[in-house]
């Protein structure tokens, strides 16, 4: 069987986040309620994804009292059994008002390259008065599908899909 760290699984998770400007956030709330939303994100080291939200909607007020999320970056328009996707478990907050040096990293890399679709945000769209706020969440683990060979995942021979971890935060 081949060895899967024969494939650029690190490539394949970066282009994942290239191409696309959507990530899913999957959070509970504190009464162990699901909760899943996507938003337009950015991040400049596939670590660390920013966002900006209101701190009312039901993903913010969710991750205000359990902080731990998973991520999940996919193509929807990918025909079946054809897409990819990025999954990690990750650490989410809103940025405080009073963290001057964390909003500046936070819109120093927000909305991404210009291609990208975003629009630029100052400062005082996302503190103060503002309803809206930036938010950022740290990715531990990332997952990517085990790629596939004849029949089966080129490292375990299974016949079905499946993530393979793959370490983004590596030099």
């Not at 940025?95 to 210009?114: M, S």
Request: with cysteine; aromatic share 10%; hydrophobic share 45%.
């Amino acid at each position: 069987m081949t060895d899967p760290t024969d494939t650029d699984l690190a490539g394949i998770a970066q282009g994942i986040i290239d191409a696309n400007v959507y990530v899913t956030i999957a959070c509970v709330d504190e009464h162990g309620s699901p909760w899943a939303s996507p938003v337009f994100y950015a991040t400049g080291d596939a670590v660390d994804f920013y966002w900006m939200s209101s701190p009312l909607t039901r993903h913010s007020q969710a991750l205000a009292v359990r902080p731990e999320v998973s991520l999940l970056i996919f193509d929807s328009t990918a025909a079946p059994a054809t897409g990819d996707a990025l999954v990690m478990t990750a650490q989410a907050a809103q940025i405080a008002d009073e963290d001057t040096e964390a909003l500046a990293r936070a819109l120093a890399v927000y909305p991404g390259p210009a291609g990208r679709g975003g629009r630029p945000v100052r400062l005082e769209q996302v503190s103060g008065a503002s309803p809206y706020r930036m938010y950022r969440a740290t990715a531990r683990e990332w997952f990517v599908q085990c790629p596939w060979g004849d029949g089966g995942c080129v490292a375990h021979g299974w016949k079905y899909d499946h993530r393979i971890a793959v370490d983004l935060a590596a030099p």
